[in-house]
């Protein structure tokens, strides 16, 4: 039998969880969809609990990751800033990186 | 603030999870204990949980994890097998090697 390996990261700051793959899917989908309500159906999260996810990243984060913005047709909505797009990024990154790694290392064991 | 990298790691075989902490405790302990029961006592499990992670290991496994030890004074034992304690070791390294190569990619980085 050939073994997978498979791994979850996740970033701590001082007061918990501050990313992981769930708020990094939200910040990901309020950049597409400009709303955290849409965003949060389209994970099948309540809002309520986006916002509180999105609190605690806000609280954590050097610089702010979501902005309101207003006006336009649609009354508004919510933009990701480039420290937001640059979390998504830096994440997926570290993970596939992760993965990589583990791949490789996998290769030279004997289980 | 400052950030910490987390991670969790398991394998993966046909049958679904293969390896991961909590199999890999159980193991250890059975090692240092002798017994299912005392080791999924330490663990706060139920036998019938250990006893199914056991068999979900064991028929994944290319060589058996676990010998039933008969006789001596005690009536008999469980005993992790060289191939199991290999497992232990190599699950351990795998996920210290990780944390390692994480910590190192995060300085890396600008979240």
Partial sequence: MK????????????????????RIELLYHIHHTGSIKKAAKK????????????DSMN????????????????????????AGLRAIENFKKLDQKCQH????????MDF
């Fill in 3 to 22: 073994y997978k390996v498979k791994n979850r990261i996740w970033l701590e700051g001082d007061n918990g969880t501050f990313l992981g793959n769930g």
């Fill in 43 to 54: 994970l099948k999260m309540s809002y309520r609990k986006a916002w509180s996810l999105l």
């Fill in 59 to 82: 609280k954590q984060a050097k610089e702010v990751y979501l902005i309101k913005s207003s006006g336009g047709s649609g009354g508004g909505g919510t933009e990701v800033t480039e």
């Fill in 101 to 108: 790694f583990l791949n490789e290392e996998l290769k030279k």
